[in-house]
């Protein structure tokens, strides 16, 4: 991590702290459109997506506004022909990129992704329990997917949806990461399909889900996958509540952002359909002092979870991240 980064982070921390928005972070979904049919995601559509050109020009309006990280997900983004120009445009601007992936076309695209900070890679399982969330024959594909990025060096994550078919094999994904010398990251199923309103029937049973949040608490304290398991065990803690989360001090429309397909900036995931404000049409400063910030205890992503504890100073997760960055 650049000075410039870590000085972004120290700065948008100060200035929350006061009540103030700091743009420093935005997840960015550029397209809806997706080669897999996982069981808990509505996002396989054929929605037209925002041109480059528009890309180019937001990009520069964050950067502008003092955004230094920035996710790129979808949909599955390896779908736009065009990722490597976005990649490297965003990269000669000094900005730290996350690609957001399920990996099914990553060994094709690995060059155009390479300069990329961190790569981010859908693993819900071994061959079985994965299969059946995202689809037969997609398992192979991540693993093929694993192997070409070690092989390029670059960082990896693998992101884990805790869902009925997983829920009571948790252990072998973690077994697959010590293999390969890679991190796990673990959230819950969402109660309803992601960006749908009908109820997701992948959720685990409540008490298994538990059961395997406790699992986890225990393994994360063993040497063996203390640094594999990305999630500190306070954000492992909050998680274990779902569906049911309890309220933690949020910096969503503060801190971080969410953009979507067609430019609307939200501030996160949870209230993006009510409240996004048109960045192409009205700028990023000016749709940023227009979002209204909103309030809610449903902070499930593991990656919002970790960023609001450690916004908070929350030890345990500051120390959990010097770890995983060793």
């Known amino acids: 991590m650049k000075i410039s980064q870590i000085t972004a982070i120290v700065k948008s921390l100060l200035l929350c ?6 743009p420093c972070a935005v997840s960015w979904s550029l397209t809806r459109k997706c080669n897999a049919h996982c069981v808990y995601c509505g996002y396989a559509r054929n929605d037209s997506d925002m041109d480059t050109g528009k890309i180019f020009k937001i990009i520069d309006q ?27 445009y965003t990269k000669a601007k000094g900005v730290f990129v996350k690609i957001n ?17 961190v790569i981010h890679l859908s693993l819900d399982g071994l061959k079985d329990q994965h299969d059946c969330a995202r689809g037969t024959g997609t398992y192979l594909k991540v693993v093929e997917a694993i192997e ?9 994550i693998v992101n884990t949806v805790i869902s009925k078919y997983n829920v009571n094999h948790l252990a072998g994904i973690l077994e697959l990461c010590y293999t390969y010398n890679i991190k796990a990251s673990f959230q819950p199923s969402r109660v309803k399909v992601l960006g749908e309103d009908r109820l997701n029937f992948a959720q685990p049973d409540p008490q298994e889900y538990k059961k395997a949040i406790l699992r986890l608490l225990v393994l994360k304290k063993e040497k063996k996958y203390k640094k594999i398991i ?13 569906p049911h989360f309890k309220a933690i001090p949020c910096y969503a429309g503060l801190s971080y952002f969410r953009i979507n397909s067609k430019g609307l900036l939200y501030n996160c995931e949870e209230n993006r359909e009510k409240f996004g404000v048109d960045i192409i049409k009205y700028g990023f400063k000016n749709a940023l002092r227009m979002l209204k910030l909103t309030v809610c205890s449903d902070c499930w992503c593991a990656a919002a979870v970790e960023s609001n504890f450690a ?11 010097y770890r995983k960055c060793g």
Not at 103 to 113: N, P, T
Not at 311 to 321: A, D, G, K, P, R
């Open 62 to 88: 964050l950067c502008a506004g003092g955004v230094r990280f920035i996710s790129f997900t979808g949909g599955e983004i390896l779908l736009r022909q065009d990722i490597k120009e976005i990649i490297e």
């Open 148 to 156: 070409t990025v070690r092989k390029h060096n670059i960082k990896l």
């Open 17 to 22: 702290k006061m009540g103030r928005k700091s």
């Open 230 to 242: 990305l999630n500190s065990s306070v954000g492992l803690r909050h998680i274990y509540h779902w």
């Open 101 to 117: 992936t399920n990996g099914l076309i990553l060994k094709d695209r690995i060059e155009d992704v390479k300069i990329v900070d």
């Open 311 to 321: 916004m908070n100073l929350n030890i345990e997760v500051l120390l959990n991240y």
